[in-house]
């Protein structure tokens, strides 16, 4: 419960796109932390070799949980900003972005992307 001299909460973004731009999405976080948001983003970067994914079982493994777990995030999210850079949506952001809009989630892009307003 909130009350008078409580101040309202921030909005909530979170952030989807391929990690293969972990630099872009990091960049991002940065900038909308500095406006004043409170951001969702991965918190794992597949493609960067670490031990808790170090097989192909682990990989895979986790890959579902992470998939999983960005979908709570978009339910959490007052809105969607897609990091493109280039305007490149792969599958999973493409699933992620369906599953936003299917929930009347505002959806943001970082780059001009055909097809997508």
Request: glycine share 6%.
């Amino acid at each position: 419960m909130t009350d008078a001299n409580t101040p309202p909460r921030p909005p909530v973004v979170v952030l989807c796109g391929s990690t293969r731009y972990w630099d872009a999405l990091a960049e991002a976080a940065l900038c909308e932390t500095a406006a004043g948001r409170i951001v969702l983003a991965p918190g794992c970067n597949l493609k960067q070799p670490h031990p808790l994914w170090d097989t192909p079982e682990k990989s895979e493994w986790l890959k579902q949980v992470l998939d999983d777990l960005h979908l709570r995030n978009i339910d959490l999210a007052d809105y969607v900003l897609v990091v493109n850079p280039g305007g490149y949506i792969g599958e999973s952001t493409r699933r992620e972005i369906d599953y936003a809009r299917s929930l009347g989630k505002p959806i943001r892009y970082t780059h001009p992307t055909p097809g997508h307003p």
